[in-house]
């Protein structure tokens, strides 16, 4: 059974950063996924396990997703926050390498962590 732990979220002042961390039991793809209120869940970024990242329009130049292989941790830096990022952030892993943007390929979810941006 593969867990995910998921910690850092929080509440901020636009313009403000958040770190999100999630631990993974093994070693895997990793992305960050979001659900806003009333919204569908969106992806938001992923990092291969050779490293190779992918992001969101809307996120691009704004957050960073890095990954600590030998702790098997994957981290969402985001910073100049907007309130429109406000979202129940949710790490995710995937045991493949490819079409990484769409959820159905990741079958181990998180708990999900509260992202809270005010204006």
């Known amino acids: 059974q593969v867990q995910l732990v998921e910690s850092g979220g929080g509440l901020v002042q636009a313009g403000g950063s958040l770190r999100l961390s999630c631990v993974a039991s093994?070693?895997?793809?990793m992305a960050w996924f979001r659900q806003a209120p009333g919204k569908e869940r969106e992806f938001v970024a992923a990092?291969?396990?050779?490293?190779?990242?992918y992001y969101a329009d809307s996120v691009k130049g704004r957050f960073t997703i890095s990954r600590d292989n030998a702790k098997n941790t994957a981290f969402l830096q985001m910073n100049s926050l907007k309130p429109e990022d406000t979202a129940l952030y949710y790490c995710?892993?995937?045991?493949?390498?490819?079409?990484?943007?769409?959820?159905?390929?990741?079958?181990?979810w998180g708990q999900g962590t509260q992202v809270i941006v005010s204006s």
């Open positions: 995710a892993a995937s045991i493949f390498n490819t079409n990484l943007l769409q959820s159905v390929r990741y079958a181990y």
């Open positions: 990092i291969s396990w050779t490293s190779t990242t």
């Open positions: 093994d070693h895997y793809t």
